[in-house]
């Protein structure tokens, strides 16, 4: 079956230090991965994509995301946190055949600490 | 810009009774979703739709149905409501370029059913 995996639930880091949340996937093919964010009593917002090429991609507000094919993982980065990166993030994969049904993680929530 | 309105943002509904939850985009998208997000579990897509007048199951269908009439418009319509229903749903839309088009989603409905 195909799947994605966050396997943290919950990510603690200091203010200013850099963060990682963990992505790998099971999906056949050559998949398309994005990762989106959730801020509370809000729906999720996209963050960015990793469709072909580079496997670093830069996204929005100064997060980027290191694809690995061999790996299957596509790791979201920040290089200094911020107290407001603190939400709920998601990373989800889109199969680039059959029907349009993204595969989404269960989330992993980041606790930036000032 | 609107985006995706959905409405309401709260209901408690009590065992049986049914209930539509609105979901309204005015970007023009042909694809649209419902999600349903329950804690730790991530998100399951309940139907989709990639026009009007044509939608499809997703993996947690049972004791929900949709309509799309028009391209603007995807109501989810509960039957019968029953606690498993407790959740957060969320609905989301696509353009037309399909897989690799990251989901505009709106800021959900919570429904609790007791």
């Known amino acids: 079956a195909q799947s994605v995996a966050q396997p943290e639930d919950q990510v603690n880091v200091a203010e200013g230090n850099p963060l990682t949340v963990k992505c790998t996937y099971s999906?056949?093919?050559?998949?398309?991965l994005f990762w989106y964010v959730q801020y509370p009593n809000r729906g999720l917002q996209f963050l960015l994509k990793?469709?072909?090429?580079?496997?670093l991609v830069k996204g929005s507000y100064g997060f980027e995301a290191e694809f690995n094919k061999s790996q299957t993982s596509f790791h979201l980065k920040k290089p200094s946190a911020l107290v407001s990166d603190s939400a709920l993030y998601f990373c989800?994969?889109?199969?680039?055949?059959?029907?349009?049904?993204?595969?989404f993680g269960t989330g992993t929530r980041l606790k930036v600490l000032a | 810009n609107a985006g995706v309105t959905q409405t309401p943002k709260f209901r408690i509904l009590k065992i049986g009774q049914s209930m539509t939850l609105q979901c309204a985009q005015d970007?023009?998208?042909?694809?649209m979703y419902w999600y349903r997000q329950d804690p730790g579990m991530g998100l399951k897509l309940i139907y989709y739709s990639v026009g009007a007048g044509i939608t499809d199951k997703g993996e947690v269908p049972n004791g929900y149905n949709v309509s799309r009439s028009t391209t603007e418009d995807f109501p989810l319509r509960l039957e019968l409501a029953a606690p498993s229903q407790t959740s957060v749903y969320f609905c989301a839309s696509s353009p037309s370029e399909g897989y690799n088009s990251p989901l505009h989603f709106g800021n959900g409905t919570r429904l609790t059913v007791t």
């Open positions: 990793y469709i072909t090429g580079d496997n």
């Open positions: 989800a994969v889109s199969p680039t055949s059959g029907t349009y049904k993204y595969i």
């Open positions: 999906v056949s093919g050559n998949p398309y």
């Open positions: 970007m023009n998208h042909n694809y």
